[in-house]
């Protein structure tokens, strides 16, 4: 039971596994089901087994963690997930179709090359050909951030609060990837030009796409607020998720990655490969330790499009 684990520094050193993994092998959720703790995963179990709240009426504040060497253990995962959580509430999600896992530094892929056309072919002819080959390299990058303070100055702080914090780091972090992830986007991308922006422009970046469809129109703030503005949006709604979709279907997308003279289409189910050699990485001695002084964090990824045709460009000249 999950009261009876042993939890020690080791859990977040096995190759290949994360601190919940780790716990899971030890504490399986199945064994739970039809129960009250149905629903948490092992790591959350464990917060219910030292009494921390991290959120909503009687939250713990930091020194929870820390009232014992046990519950200490925890404090690493609990910053990893709320910096993961801002991570992965940003526009990131929305433009890649896929999320790979690579144990190098740089990552081989492959392109597909299908431009013949798909028609109805005569006995004795030969089947047009889409070829799939080895594509270039993707070199995978460092990004990160260092986090300072002193368990004194946060060991009062409310967890919900701190939690925040942490989430705004995430958020910072996947920002700078989304740039990166927006340059692979533009290399090389076709397109049409316009002198203006206008719904009759979007509407044909729209039409720019055949076999595929424009699932995601990602546009800088300014471009995004005069899109918002236009006369043929005056009825469109947020939907349930709170994203704005297009009259033609496509979710409007936020980011000051993308450049003022550059808006961009995506089939978000085709267009870009999302790459990582590692998760977030994080220096759980020191946070154990409860030194917090000089904390990093980091994140190593690249992206490679996968389907040319997937993405399209407008560009405002």
Do not use: H
């Amino acid at each position: 039971m999950y009261n009876d684990i042993k939890l020690e520094k080791a859990l977040y050193n096995l190759s290949g596994k994360s601190f919940t993994a780790a716990l899971e092998e030890l504490d399986p959720s199945s064994a739970y089901a039809g129960t009250d703790l149905a629903g948490l995963d092992a790591f959350e179990r464990q917060l219910r087994r030292f009494d921390i709240k991290v959120s909503g009426q009687g939250c713990d504040r930091v020194e929870k963690f820390f009232s014992s060497t046990g519950s200490a253990i925890l404090f690493p995962e609990f910053v990893t997930r709320c910096i993961r959580r801002g991570f992965d509430e940003t526009v990131l999600s929305s433009v890649c179709a896929v999320r790979t896992l690579s144990s190098e530094s740089q990552y081989l892929g492959c392109t597909i090359s299908d431009t013949d056309e798909y028609a109805p072919t005569y006995e004795g002819d030969l089947f047009p050909e889409a070829e799939i080959r080895e594509g270039s390299a993707v070199v995978l990058r460092k990004f990160g951030r260092v986090i300072s303070a002193s368990y004194e100055a946060v060991r009062r702080q409310r967890l919900d609060v701190f939690g925040v914090m942490l989430r705004s780091v995430g958020a910072r972090l996947a920002d700078a990837v989304v740039k990166k992830a927006v340059t692979v986007l533009l290399a090389n991308a076709e397109g049409i030009t316009a002198n203006e922006l206008t719904y009759t422009e979007l509407a044909a970046l729209y039409g720019e796409f055949e076999c595929f469809d424009m699932t995601s129109v990602i546009a800088s703030p300014s471009n995004a607020s005069i899109i918002a503005a236009m006369e043929q949006l005056r009825d469109t709604r947020a939907d349930s998720d709170g994203r704005m979709i297009l009259p033609f279907g496509s979710e409007l997308i936020k980011t000051s990655a993308v450049p003022d003279d550059k808006i961009i289409g995506i089939d978000r189910d085709f267009a870009l490969e999302f790459i990582t050699s590692t998760d977030l990485v994080m220096e759980t001695d020191k946070l154990i330790d409860r030194q917090l002084d000089q904390i990093t964090v980091s994140l190593t990824c690249g992206f490679r499009k996968i389907t040319p045709d997937a993405v399209k460009v407008l560009t405002i000249e």
